[in-house]
């Protein structure tokens, strides 16, 4: 498989569950993202990685927390969620940080709805 | 602050010609990218404009003007699977990526 891989595509949750999102890329890309796409609104940076460490924390509520165990892995774990996080999760990665030219390779992204 | 704009939404017809502007104003500049999104699937990579000028990729092109904070995606020969969102996104001066809201393109018959 190629590409950005996100897993799953669609997850409704109650606010008092934990569940977790997938990523993974099979490009050799050295930086991974994570970010919040809500309707009409620009894309929200949440979590960058590079090489496996976390470089970047947007001021993101504590109630999401970011895990990169590997360069081609990354995941989001979701706890006591509230209704306003419901929206698109995308994963992104890119071959390095900091440079011109730094093209993003985006998943398809994780629908999430907190009921 | 940073800032990105583009128009929310857009209406042409197949086979004709449409221009979607980006202007912006962020600090620094390292690059302007033009993704596009359709419904439900990954935003991907279009182009990327870093000098002033127009870069032409087939049917589509992308113009960038720094001196004026502006750039305009331009989509010739419009196909109905052109209809998606074009995001627009600034480089600033720390590398980070600033976005725009998207435009939403739609293409009728």
């Known amino acids: 498989e190629t590409g950005v891989t996100q897993t799953p595509r669609h997850l409704v949750m109650g606010m008092t569950n934990k569940k977790s999102l997938k990523c993974e890329q099979h490009l050799g890309h050295n930086a991974m993202y994570w970010y919040k796409q809500s309707a009409k609104k620009p894309l929200e940076l949440m979590f960058v990685?590079?090489?496996?460490?976390?470089?970047e924390n947007n001021s993101v509520p504590s109630r999401f927390s970011p895990e990169c165990p590997n360069s081609s892995h990354l995941f989001l774990h979701l706890h006591t969620l509230q209704p306003e996080d419901s929206a698109l999760y995308l994963c992104?990665?890119?071959?390095?940080?900091?440079?011109?030219?730094?093209?993003?390779?985006f998943g398809a992204g994780s629908r999430l709805t907190v009921l | 602050g940073q800032n990105i704009d583009q128009p929310t939404e857009m209406t042409a017809t197949e086979g004709a010609i449409v221009q979607i502007n980006c202007t912006y104003q962020t600090s620094g500049f390292n690059g302007l990218f033009w993704y596009q999104q359709h419904a439900g699937e990954a935003p991907t990579f279009l182009s990327y404009?870093?000098l002033d000028g127009l870069e032409e990729k087939g049917r589509f092109s992308s113009f960038l003007s720094r001196s004026k904070g502006y750039s305009y995606l331009l989509l010739k020969e419009l196909q109905m699977k052109d209809s998606a969102s074009y995001l627009c996104?600034?480089?600033?001066?720390?590398?980070?990526?600033?976005w725009g809201a998207g435009t939403k393109l739609i293409i009728k018959p």
């Open positions: 404009n870093v």
């Open positions: 996104a600034v480089l600033d001066s720390n590398y980070q990526l600033i």
């Open positions: 990685y590079s090489l496996e460490e976390r470089v």
């Open positions: 992104a990665s890119s071959q390095e940080l900091g440079s011109g030219a730094n093209v993003l390779t």
